[in-house]
């Protein structure tokens, strides 16, 4: 049996750059480039890297709130990548995000209540008789009272509203969430406490997660396995203890040492990383990495590695490991049968 909840297969998002007095395009944004993973039934997939690599515009393609450029993504085991609108509603029951920033994304002229109401109206998740129990429910599930139901969005402080952001999400009862960097711009305390609530849910609901982050301690607290994104594509992957202890990509590395330690006898070494981040519209030829790498070689500048196995479940794209031509006809996605 597949256990597989969620497979993406060479999946690319592509943003064209217009120019020109005509509006060509004349280049493009490789946002998400040939990307292969699977989420397994019930597991939290930590996604990390850098600002500006693809982690949220890879959670948007797989939940097809904006269509990929090429690849597919299957969803239980069915091609959703061009599926109607019509069967696309009745997925999205299924599937669900926790954005960043809840404030934006939630109805200032709705009270809580209204805002709950609306989805379960909309979805049918349950009689109207039963909304009014249902919306105290989720509230209550979520660590909040009935009386919320009558505020307003600005009335909460935000580690409430990503809790209301998380109740509006939980509403459809979904198998699969995106957290989408849900307590990066809390405070500390609060990061612990709607770190747990998650932790508590996916226990208590048998949910699987997609857990974007940049903020490593973070993903290593939450996560069962951690992929690692550069310029669109994963340049690691694997169980969090493996990456933990012995990171084999010098990007993952070099993540890890960035790392802030609470001990004040620590000393910070942190490995030299050449220039800036290249542009995603002028990605290098060979290794995407191998202009900022220390352990840069000749092979590295014009050859593409692979993604692909080096250790049991864990994968990694990098030269020293695997010096070859990718063959496109090969398929870098996880099947259990």
Known sequence: MNSNLLEARRLRKWFPVHSGILGRARSHVRAVDDVS????????????????????????????????????????????????????????????????????????????????????????????????????????????????????????????????????????????????????????????????????????LDLTYLFISHDLSVVRHVSDRIAVMYLGRLV????????MAEPLHPYTRALLASAPVADPDHVHVRPPLGTDVPSPVNIPDGCPFHTRCPEVFDDCRRVVPVFAEQREGHRVSCLKYNICWPDPSLSTVEHDD
């Open 236 to 243: 690691e992957l694997g169980p969090i203890e493996a990456i």
């Open 37 to 204: 993973f699977c989420i397994r039934r019930g597991e939290v997939l930590g996604l990390v890297g850098e600002s500006g690599c693809g982690k949220s515009t890879l959670a948007r393609v797989l939940l097809q709130l904006m269509p990929a450029t090429d690849g597919s993504v299957f969803f239980e085991g069915e091609n959703i990548t061009h599926i109607g609108r019509a069967q696309m509603r009745g997925l999205r029951k299924r599937m669900q995000i926790v954005f960043q920033d809840p404030y934006s994304s939630l109805n200032p002229r709705l009270t809580i209540g209204s805002t709950l109401r609306e989805v379960l109206q909309v979805h049918e998740i349950v009689p109207r008789a039963e909304v009014g129990r249902r919306i105290a429910e989720l509230l209550r599930m979520v660590g909040l009272n009935d009386f919320h139901a009558r505020r307003y969005p600005h009335e909460f402080s935000s580690g409430q509203r990503q809790r209301i952001g998380i109740a509006r999400a939980l509403a459809v009862e979904p198998t699969f969430l995106v957290c989408d960097e849900p307590v990066s711009a809390l405070d500390v305390s609060i990061q612990a406490q709607i770190l747990n609530l998650l932790s508590d849910l996916r226990e208590a």
